[in-house]
């Protein structure tokens, strides 16, 4: 059902925790199914230097938030704000057509911390 990708970033997801005084922070709640991301983000000169996620939810929202970090890392915040959904599933490997919903939670959550950063 899950490629091998997102059982591994479920399995291991990647930059999990909290930045101490982080320059971004965005949340976002699937209110369908109860998901919810917590993301935070270091930003210098308009680039991300490094992303942490806190997430409740299933494996394909742990397994996109994990991805998303990864994928933002290193670029600016307007690159990161332009990633669709679709560059995010594709990324994954794919997802089942009813889980790619859950994905949506820390597209959410990026949007918040990032368009809240630009002010």
């Known amino acids: 059902m899950y490629s091998q990708t997102v059982k591994d970033h479920f399995a291991k997801p990647r930059n999990t925790g909290e930045l101490e005084k982080p320059d971004a922070s965005g949340t976002g709640k699937n209110m369908s199914d109860g998901d919810q991301v917590q993301l935070e983000f270091r930003i210098q000169d308009g ?14 929202a742990i397994a996109s938030t994990s991805m998303l970090t990864e994928m933002v890392k290193g670029k600016t915040v307007e690159e990161a704000l332009s990633l669709s959904r679709e560059n995010l599933v ?17 597209m959410d959550a990026l949007k918040s911390a990032l368009e809240g950063w630009k002010g």
């Open 47 to 60: 680039v991300i230097l490094d992303a942490r996620m806190k997430v409740m939810g299933c494996v394909a």
């Open 90 to 106: 594709d990324q994954l490997g794919g997802l089942p057509e009813h889980k790619i919903r859950c994905s949506l939670t820390c």
